[in-house]
């Protein structure tokens, strides 16, 4: 009787704790609490690879807002770094241990390179634009309008993308902020461009001194004239594969050719 007492208390009491425990620890909260620890951590962090101010500003300049969101912070990237290698790790278990080992370093690596080659692209596909860009700016400032309101003006004839969003942000921003050179050198942060980073200096320059007709116009030509070059580039490129493809096909014949002969000859001196 005693025993069955001391079983149904015992029970009662774990019980109890489960659902003090249940009303008590909310999921949320502790995530919540965990973020918020990393998060003062890193921005202690004075120098290493978890410093929050470089993270964020590599996040900036790759593109990582436009990509995956306004949500995406150093933390959070850390996060999906290591659920990155985790997965990896998981995966190359399967197959081998040290394979699993070796994946880690991989996994640990695959957003950043994915963020990399993504901004890649876009620089890419922003060089047709920035050209474009340069041009009416140029006509729009010869013609009196003052930078600000040219900026407004032509982001407007840019297609959908990261730049015309880049330069939405900095119209805004010029309108809500006093300082030209401070929107222009956040707008400059989120870009790792070349040409990006001449707009910026050719903007300062047209609003201290009016003077950016010329620089405009020789910042396009010189866009243009990469882009001749990086076409004559990839016809090289595609006239040398097709030379190389030519090679090997006749190589191949000739091989089956030899490979025949060679054969005919072989039976024809067994039947002798």
Not at 109 to 127: A, E, Y
């Amino acid at each position: 009787m005693g025993i069955q007492a001391a079983s149904v208390l015992t029970a009662a009491l774990a019980a109890g704790i489960l659902i003090w425990a249940g009303r008590s620890f909310h999921p949320g909260r502790a995530v919540a609490a965990v973020y918020r620890r990393v998060d003062r951590r890193l921005h202690r962090q004075r120098g290493g690879w978890f410093q929050y101010d470089a993270i964020d500003a590599f996040l900036t300049a790759h593109g990582a807002a436009f990509h995956y969101g306004a949500w995406m912070d150093p933390v959070k990237y850390l996060a999906v770094k290591m659920v990155s290698a985790a997965v990896a790790f998981a995966l190359g278990l399967g197959i081998h241990p040290l394979l699993g080992t070796l994946a880690v370093a991989a996994g640990w690596q695959l957003p950043g390179v994915l963020l990399k080659r993504m901004n890649s692209q876009d620089n890419r596909k922003m060089t047709a634009q920035l050209e474009s860009l340069y041009n009416s700016l140029s006509m729009q400032i010869e013609a009196g309008i003052h930078v600000t309101d040219a900026l407004v003006e032509c982001h407007r004839s840019l297609p959908r993308g990261r730049l015309r969003q880049g330069l939405e942000e900095l119209s805004s921003d010029l309108f809500v902020h006093s300082s030209f050179g401070e929107a222009v050198d956040r707008f400059q942060k989120k870009f790792g461009n070349g040409f990006i980073d001449s707009l910026c200096i050719i903007l300062k320059q047209a609003q201290e001194s009016g003077q950016a007709v010329d620089p405009l116009r020789d910042m396009a030509d010189q866009i243009k004239d990469m882009e001749a070059a990086l076409l004559l580039r990839k016809k090289e490129e595609l006239n040398r594969f097709t030379t190389v493809c030519i090679i090997v096909v006749f190589a191949a014949a000739i091989a089956v050719i030899l490979y025949a002969c060679v054969t005919y000859i072989l039976g024809a001196a067994g039947q002798l």
